[in-house]
């Protein structure tokens, strides 16, 4: 197997504010994994939160080129990831974003090998995935979120995402209170991305409750799993855990005592990774969340073909980019689903295949 590189820029259709940052575009490096004719996709995009650019995604794929090209074929190389055998076949540890681009890159080739979709592969006799899935309206004026509200809702779209955590927290009150006198019948949830302090949240949470907001991501810095778990147990709203929540130990810690966890491929390290959360905490009156980071289609496809299995599906990264290069997971109308073609089930915009 040979495998390449191709680094791209994402522009984002407007500037996406959140409490902590403002984002107009980021970077995706694409791998491509090429066997016998055919060819696998993965993506890595670049995040400052997770201190990873286009130089350390791009070196760090290219160290992972080299161990593919150490396997015969790509099912044994899926298998000894998924294995962790990477004392054995000299692959190094990689940071999550980087093994989840491996994994979906072998997960398309091996089905486009055997001809299904990735999601045959996981579950051989399941149907193709689809859910409805939020759609992200960041920091901005109470009028202009209601603006997005109404065309969203026009749109198709059953769920809105409302950013949260403006220096001043009634600017917040006041955008949610708009959007819902916009849109009185869509599900919403809110997210702060860490912005609150223990006694904001017991002041706010009861306010959003009352306005019909359905549950709450993260609202407390990350870095005290524990403060966030007895948040939750007295919360109004149900509380899901996000950046508290990167892998299989934090989900563990939490299982039970959040009521949801945010899993996205790109932080717990992959479509195999995210599986071991949800059977981890099925059960346990902690439910699933599947979330994203802003990427094309192609790095949000992998996520889509898992869509049945979450309560909440949070897949809307590819629709706030100005020009999506890849297509197959629709989400425009406010529904995305696996593709009915092999492997990923996507393909270049306005093209079959991508170059190597």
């Keep these: 197997m040979k495998a390449g590189r191709r680094t791209v820029r994402l522009e984002l259709t407007e500037p996406l504010r959140i409490s902590r940052s403002t984002m107009a575009a980021r970077e995706a490096v694409w791998l491509t994994i090429e066997h016998e004719g055919l060819r696998g996709h993965g993506e890595a995009v670049t995040s400052v939160y ?3 650019d286009a130089e350390t995604l791009g070196r760090l794929l290219h160290a992972e080129s080299r161990w593919l090209a150490r396997f015969a074929d790509p099912e044994t190389a899926l298998e000894s990831l998924r ?22 890159a072998l997960l398309d080739l091996v089905g486009k090998r055997a001809g299904v979709p990735v999601h045959r592969l996981l579950s051989p006799h399941g149907a193709p995935p689809f859910a409805a899935t939020a759609r ?3 920091i901005t004026t109470p ?7 109404v065309r969203l809702v026009r749109d198709g779209f059953s769920i809105l995402k409302l950013k949260a955590g403006a220096p001043d927290p009634a600017e917040d009150l006041a955008r949610v209170r708009a959007v819902r006198a916009a849109a009185p019948h869509a ?10 302090t223990v006694q904001e949240s017991e002041r706010l949470l009861p306010l959003y409750a009352e306005l019909g907001v359905e549950a709450v991501e993260q609202p407390l810095a990350p870095g005290d799993p524990e403060a966030l778990a007895k948040l939750a147990e007295r919360s109004p709203l149900p509380v899901i855990a996000d950046e508290d929540a990167v892998g299989f130990e934090d989900a563990r810690r939490l299982a039970g005592r959040v009521q949801g966890i945010n899993v996205k491929l790109a932080k717990c390290g992959g479509v195999d990774a995210a599986l071991r959360i949800a059977e981890l905490i099925a059960g346990t009156g902690t439910e699933l ?7 094309s289609t192609l790095g949000i496809a992998p996520a889509v073909h898992l869509a049945d299995r979450a309560r909440w599906v949070d897949l809307d990264g590819h629709l706030l ?11 425009g109308d406010g529904t995305v689903r696996a593709g009915p073609g092999p492997g990923l089930g996507v393909c270049r915009s306005g093209a079959e295949e991508a170059p190597a």
């Design 83 to 104: 294995a962790g055998a990477g004392g054995t076949t000299g692959r190094t540890a990689a940071p999550p974003a980087v093994t989840a681009a491996v994994e979906a």
């Design 50 to 52: 997770y201190d990873l």
């Design 289 to 295: 969340m599947l979330g994203c980071l802003t990427a």
């Design 143 to 149: 009028e202009g979120a209601e603006d997005r509200a």
């Design 136 to 138: 992200t309206i960041g």
């Design 187 to 196: 599900r919403l949830l809110l997210d702060p991305n860490g912005a609150w």
């Design 321 to 331: 980019l100005a020009a999506d290069p890849w297509t197959g997971i629709g989400g």
